[in-house]
């Protein structure tokens, strides 16, 4: 099978297209025919040599951490999928979903959502779990609370955007001044412009701030955090000491994979609560051309693999 495989850090340039051998199951994992993968930032960070999880002992390694597809094998302990079932994961840094077959867990995996096609549902997984995490396991959000998403027109964010909402919670978001009406149209109560306005000007405490952008963006949202409340990364963590004297809770993570959660969030596709929108489309043999837009482009939702037809 061709697989995306990198024998070294750095740019694009170190990723290259090869011949390996199909892998096989093991009892508790399936084996998935790739349809689509994800793009995802974590991505450059592995090829760069900037995802800890990913050292010199693990190369050559193959990128890619979410993927649409079809059971193709299944592991003996398996009875949750059968062979052809429509199937999105995400998956652990064990396996990588630039390639045309890819074992994962079957805890993992997740039954493709029926109003999807392949493309959609792998633009879901690493995207849409954290989000949820973010929010509701770290977060601790819930109906009647008030949040804060600094970049709320990414992969990530225009996901919390839409589980907040069907939360029940109220939520404000910063983007830049083209992305005011998208997230309008996802369910922003209040949109920020954080090109012109300070979101620290125009916003009242909120209960939970969750930050995608890092930095300053990160050092300025301890000022609109109510007491009791909490400031939530997916970059860096936030200083322990400020949030002490101010009496809120921060925290830094990592999205885990998560078969059931991922479930929910197909369900919620289905039901029309969560739409997902893809902001480009590249062949396997463009994925340099898909990671360098990823970075260099202004993004709306997600970039996408297309493995097979």
């Keep these: 099978m061709q697989a995306v495989r990198i024998h070294r850090f750095g740019g694009p340039e170190v990723m290259t297209i090869e011949e390996i051998d199909r892998p096989i199951p093991s009892a508790n994992e399936v084996l998935i025919k790739v349809l689509a993968a994800s793009v995802n930032p974590v991505d450059a960070k592995m090829r760069e040599g900037k995802y800890p999880v990913v050292t010199e002992k693990d190369l050559p390694y193959v990128l890619g951490r979410d993927v649409s597809g079809q059971i193709a094998a299944a592991g003996d302990n398996v009875s949750s999928f059968l062979i052809g079932d429509d199937v999105f994961a995400f998956l652990s840094p064990d396996h990588g979903g630039y390639e045309e077959f890819v074992l994962a867990r079957a805890d993992e995996v997740a039954t493709m959502p029926k109003s999807l096609d392949a493309v959609g549902a792998a633009a879901v997984p690493l995207a849409g779990i954290t989000a949820w995490q973010g929010l509701f396991d770290h977060g601790g959000l819930r109906s009647g609370k008030r949040v804060l998403i600094h970049g709320g027109a990414g992969g ?41 306005e300070k979101f620290e000007d125009v916003i009242e405490p909120v209960d939970l701030v969750f930050d995608l952008i890092g930095g300053e963006t990160q050092d300025r949202s301890f000022d609109v955090v109510k007491p009791g409340g909490a400031l939530i990364s997916t970059l860096k963590e936030p200083d322990k000491a ?68």
Excluded: C, M
Aim: charged residues 25%.
């Design 242 to 309: 400020r949030a002490a004297e101010l009496s809120i809770r921060v925290g830094r993570y990592t999205a885990q994979p998560n078969g059931s959660q991922l479930q929910e969030i197909a369900e919620l596709i289905d039901q029309g609560k969560v739409k997902v929108v893809v902001a480009g489309t590249f062949k396997l043999s463009e994925v340099g051309q898909a990671q360098t837009a990823l970075k260099e482009n202004h993004i709306r939702g997600k970039v996408v693999l297309k493995v097979a037809d």
């Design 156 to 196: 990530v964010g225009h996901f919390a955007i839409q589980l907040a909402k069907d939360k029940g919670a109220w939520v404000a978001t910063t983007v830049s001044t083209a992305d005011r009406e998208f997230v309008s149209d996802l369910g922003a109560d209040l949109v920020i412009d954080y090109k012109s």
